[in-house]
T-cell receptor, first 109, second 115 residues
């Protein structure tokens, strides 16, 4: 089964800095999605990028997708304390999402 | 506001005592999912309903069952909870299974403790 896998490093940054996290996967996909999860809460959908797209923006978020390398990156620009959360990538295929392990981001005010 | 609601938010049950977790949605979505998420791990899909069609993941233990009596409600039944079933259980919905409508909407989760 396909599986999104983020780089496992926890990230701690100062407010205003940019945060970048990466995700790799193993099989072909229809789309790749990024979700945010605040501590003890459900996941919130951030952005979806289709397999035929290379880059997508949504507000302070920028997602890239390289299907040849089976990888994606999520960039959060001008981070805020409220961006502190875990971020998961999820690959879609066979009508189901497979989530990666998540990347903990801490934004220090 | 349209949303996904999970009750209760926290559930404590005893080892071996059946427990039911509840999920409801006001989004009128066709698909409802149940995920299990253990501490610092990725959510793991247990099963999903596409309308009334039940789709079980191959590695979901038989101990876990689900019911969807109508579009709005979906239940997760754990027949004989073990200590290893302590986790956050997340319910999610999506409008359909087509690529264009595959964004999932999650409830806040139910944290299950097994004593």
């Amino acid at each position: 089964s396909q599986q999104g896998e983020e780089d496992p490093q926890a990230l701690s940054i100062q407010e205003g800095e940019n945060a970048t996290m990466n995700c790799s996967y193993k099989t072909s996909i229809n789309n790749l999605q990024w979700y945010r999860q605040n501590s003890g809460r459900g996941l919130v959908h951030l952005i979806l990028i289709r397999s035929n797209e290379r880059e997508k923006h949504s507000g302070r978020l920028r997602v890239t997708l390289d299907t040849s390398k089976k990888s994606s990156s999520l960039l959060i620009t001008a981070s805020r304390a409220a961006d502190t959360a875990s971020y998961f990538c999820a690959t879609e295929g066979n009508n189901r999402l497979a989530f990666g392990k998540g990347n903990q981001v801490v934004v220090i005010p | 506001d349209a949303m996904v609601i999970q009750n209760p938010r926290y559930q404590v049950t005893q080892f071996g005592k059946p427990v039911t977790l509840s999920c409801s949605q006001t989004l009128n979505h066709n698909v409802m999912y149940w995920y299990q998420q253990k501490s610092s791990q990725a959510p793991k899909l247990l099963f999903h309903y596409y309308d009334k069609d039940f789709n079980n993941e191959a590695d979901t233990p038989d101990n876990f069952q689900s019911r969807r009596p109508n579009t709005s409600f979906c239940f997760l039944d754990i027949r004989s909870p073990g200590l290893g079933d302590a986790a956050m259980y997340l319910c999610a919905t999506s409008r359909d299974l087509s690529i264009e409508s595959y964004e999932q909407y999650f409830g806040p989760g139910t944290r299950l403790t097994v004593t």
